[in-house]
C-alpha cells in the first residue's frame, strides 16, 4: 500500500468543494491543468538543458530583444511557446499577455473561448539560465469582462486585487509550483516518475520578523534616502540601530528569492532608483508585481511599492514597471515608515559613512 498523497488534481477538487460554493463549474481547474502542463513541459526543457540546444539567447548571431528590451534567450521564447500551445486550447481562456509579447494574445479564431484572462512571465530571472541557476515561471489568473469575446488590452490592466488566482513555479533542484486563490498559499513539489504536483507545502507562512534582506547592491548609489537609510541599518548589525546582524542575499531570480521568503522569511527589494528615471522600477506589474504580491499577502506578508500597496495600484500599461518591496511584515511596515518619514521630511537628509566616496557602497 502506498501512502497517501494529495496530487494537485486531488487538491483542485477539494478547492472546489470547499469554496465553490456548489457552482463552480470546473473552468478554473481545467485551466489551471493546462498551465501546470505547460509548467512541466517547460520544467523538462530547463532540465535538459544544453542536452536539447535549449541553452544561450534567442536569434543566433543577431540577438533578438523582447518588448522590454532584454535580450531573449531560447528558453525564454521556448517556455513563452509551451504556455500558449498548452493553454489556448483549453476553453477557458478569453485571452493571455505574456511578459515576451508586445501585444495581447487573442485566442485563434475557431477555438472555444472561456472565461478567465492569463498574464504570464514565461520564464522569471531568465538571465540565470546559461548559469545553472534556479529560474521561474509565474502567472496571474483574472476573470474577462461578462460576455467579451475579444477582450482587449484594456481589459488586461486591472488591479492585483482582482486577481482570481496567481502562482508561480521554480525550477531548482526540484520543481516547486506555489499558488493561491485567496484562500492561504500552498506548494507542490513535481514528481517527475509519476508527472504530477503532489502538495508538499501546505500553508506557507511567512514571519513577521526575518534578519534578512535581498537588493541588487551594485545600485545602491541610485537608492532614495528610505533604502539607503534601511540597508545601511541592516549593515550596522549588532552596533547599529537594529541592534542584530543581518544576512545578505541576491539571487538575481525573484522565484527563487520568494520561495526563500516563503520558507523562512526576508525582505525582498527592487526599489525605485534614480538610474534610469524613465523607469519607475525595474520589475512588472502585471507579470510580477501582482502575482507574487497575492501571495504573500496570502502568506501573511506585504507588499509594497514604497509607499502603497502594489496590488491597489491601478494598472496603466500592459508592460508597466513598479517598485517592489516584499516579504515579513514587521521588516516591510518598517521599510514604508522610512518612506513616509522621507516624504514628512522627518528623517535626517541620509548621509551614511557607508555611502560615502571611500567605502564598500560607493556614491560617487
Ligand atoms: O525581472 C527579471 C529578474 O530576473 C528578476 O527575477 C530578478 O529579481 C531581477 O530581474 C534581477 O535584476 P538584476 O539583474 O538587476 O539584479
Redesign the pocket.
Known sequence: MSEHRTTLTQYLLDQQQKHGGGKATGDFSGLINAITTAIKVISNQVNKGALIGALGNYGGGGDSVNVQGEVQKKLDVMSNDAIINECQGSGHLAGMASEEMEEIYSIPAGLKRGKYLLVFDPL????NIDVNISVGTIFSVLRAPEGKENPTMEDFLQPGTQQVAAGFAVYGPSTMLVMTTGHGVDGFTLDRDIGAFILTHPKMSIPADTKEFAI?ASNSRFWEPPVKRYVDECLQGKTGPRGTDFNMR?I????A?TYRILTRGGVFM?PRDTKDPSKPG???LLY?GNPISFIIEQAGGRSITGTQRIMEVEPTGLHQRIAVIFGSKNEVDLIERYHSDHAQGLDREFKSPLFNTRTLFSAE
Do not use: K, T
Open positions: 522569471d530571472g531568465s538571465s541588487n541576491w538575481a531570480s525573484m522565484v528569492e527592487y525595474r520589475l512588472r510580477e
